[in-house]
């Protein structure tokens, strides 16, 4: 494992395990109420990034056995509607997705080298990435993997505010 990619899981690991103690401190009351009017609760952004984490589970270990980075997209607003977030305990939210995300620590640590630096011509990250890549240009999973961690902080900063940075 390279020496960025293990930088890179050290930092993953340490947002998961610092954004979980301060997503506890949150009380339930003020985890299903949004900041914004419209906008989703803590609840509901956590909610999104279990789905995140699920979509992208699949994505990752799919990419390790094909040629291209070409997945399904989800209708997050629908998902995170249907699901019901603001109805489950917020600790349990909480955990499973430190939990998932940790998994996903793992997962990304075990993919070989070549597989995550692989160019790959053919993806769809023009219209499933946070940070999309025009299709007409390569890109790897190396790139993906880092772009989903880019949108989970980014959701960890609309609940914890800015000053989250780990």
């Not at 993997?145 to 914890?160: A, C, E, K, P, T």
Request: proline content about 4%; overall charge negative.
């Amino acid at each position: 494992m390279s020496t960025d990619l293990k930088t890179f899981l050290n930092d993953f690991e340490g947002c998961i395990i610092n954004a979980q103690a301060k997503l506890r401190q949150i009380s339930e009351a003020d985890a299903r109420v949004s900041n914004q009017n419209g906008k989703w609760s803590p609840k509901q952004i956590v909610g999104h990034l279990i789905d995140s984490a699920a979509n992208n589970h699949q994505r990752f270990v799919r990419a390790q056995f094909t040629n291209d980075l070409a997945f399904p997209g989800y209708q997050q607003e629908d998902w995170v509607r249907v699901q019901r977030y603001n109805d489950e305990p917020w600790a349990r939210l909480v955990d499973l997705w430190a939990n998932y995300n940790l998994h996903l620590v793992h997962l990304i640590s075990v993919i070989p080298s070549e597989t995550l630096s692989e160019t790959r011509p053919n993806h769809n990250l023009d219209q499933i990435a946070w940070q999309t890549v025009s299709q007409t240009q390569p890109t790897t999973l190396d790139y993906f993997v880092r772009d989903y961690v880019g949108h989970m902080r980014n959701h960890l900063r609309q609940i914890l505010g800015d000053e989250f940075s780990q």
